[in-house]
């Protein structure tokens, strides 16, 4: 078994944030999350409230995180709101906030743990993308852009560090039994699952394969990619 990793995983108290989490818990890493305020994380991880969209408890977390686990190598930015509404009726509020956790949270915690990979000359960084971020959705103007504007911090990221052995890719999960599909009214979701090649949703253990691998040694030489976890329903994009 190769040596044990500080590995952060935004938003993994819940959801698809525990699953992956929970993978990296099991092949020895140490492991930490910055959650907002709900549930508890699971046992063997170390949990800290924080507010990824807030530079001041991000540094908080991180200090902690590094005096507790060591430098972050390998960050998972996964924390992620919904706020769907109609174009038309979709306020500042319900834009900037999406905006604000999705991209702005993603895009701190990166800044963050860049520093120490950028010393230790390694890391992976993962961002939680979607598939609505190319394939588009109604009601979701504010959460498609947070997601596909994550492509574009992949690849920046990618061309600013890549020669640093520190890889950025973006996962694109499609639809994922997870606590946000389940607020989707049912005839949504069956029309959804219509949609969905596969036929069916994904569990979330699912996608954290992707981010194990994407994180581990086979994964060296990919980055800037966008890796599609979605069933077939975006076709590749
Ligand atoms: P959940 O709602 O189950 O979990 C979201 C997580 O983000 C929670 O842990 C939550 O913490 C945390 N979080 C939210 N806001 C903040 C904040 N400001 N600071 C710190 N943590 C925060 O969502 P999912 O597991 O379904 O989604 C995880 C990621 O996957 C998201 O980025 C989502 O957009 C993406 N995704 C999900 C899909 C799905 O079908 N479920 C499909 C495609 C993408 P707390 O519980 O404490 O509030």
């Known amino acids: 078994m190769s ?14 944030g525990a699953s992956i989490a ?28 924080g507010d990824v969209t807030n530079t001041e408890t991000v540094e908080a977390a991180f200090k902690t995180i590094e005096a507790q686990n060591g430098p ?18 979709m306020t500042d509020a319900e834009f900037d906030s999406v905006l604000a956790v999705n991209l702005g949270g993603a895009f701190k915690c990166v ?12 890391g992976r960084i993962v961002l939680i993308g979607s598939v609505v971020a190319l394939y588009g959705t109604a009601g979701q ?64 253990d699912e996608v954290a394969g992707v981010v194990q691998f994407l994180a581990g040694p086979d994964a060296g030489y990919i980055s800037g990619a966008v890796i599609p976890v979605d069933g077939g329903l975006g076709m590749g994009h």
Request: hydrophobic share 45%; net charge positive.
């Open 3 to 16: 040596e044990p990793r500080s590995v952060l995983v935004t938003g993994a108290n819940q959801g698809i």
């Open 22 to 49: 929970a993978r990296f818990v099991a092949q020895g890493d140490k492991v930490s999350t910055i959650y907002h305020s709900g549930q508890e994380p699971a046992e063997g991880i170390l949990g800290i409230v």
């Open 72 to 89: 972050v190598e390998v960050l998972v930015a996964n924390a992620g709101i919904t706020r769907d509404q109609l174009l038309l009726r």
């Open 111 to 122: 800044r963050r743990a860049s520093k120490s990979m950028i010393r230790l000359r390694r």
């Open 141 to 204: 103007v504010n959460y498609s852009s947070s997601k596909a504007a994550l492509v574009g911090m992949a690849r920046s990221i990618t061309r600013e560090l890549g020669a640093r052995g520190i890889t950025a890719n973006v996962v694109a999960p499609g639809f994922i039994d997870t606590a946000m599909t389940a607020a989707l009214p049912q005839e949504r979701q069956d029309a959804y699952k219509a949609a969905i090649p596969a036929g069916r949703f994904a569990q979330p």
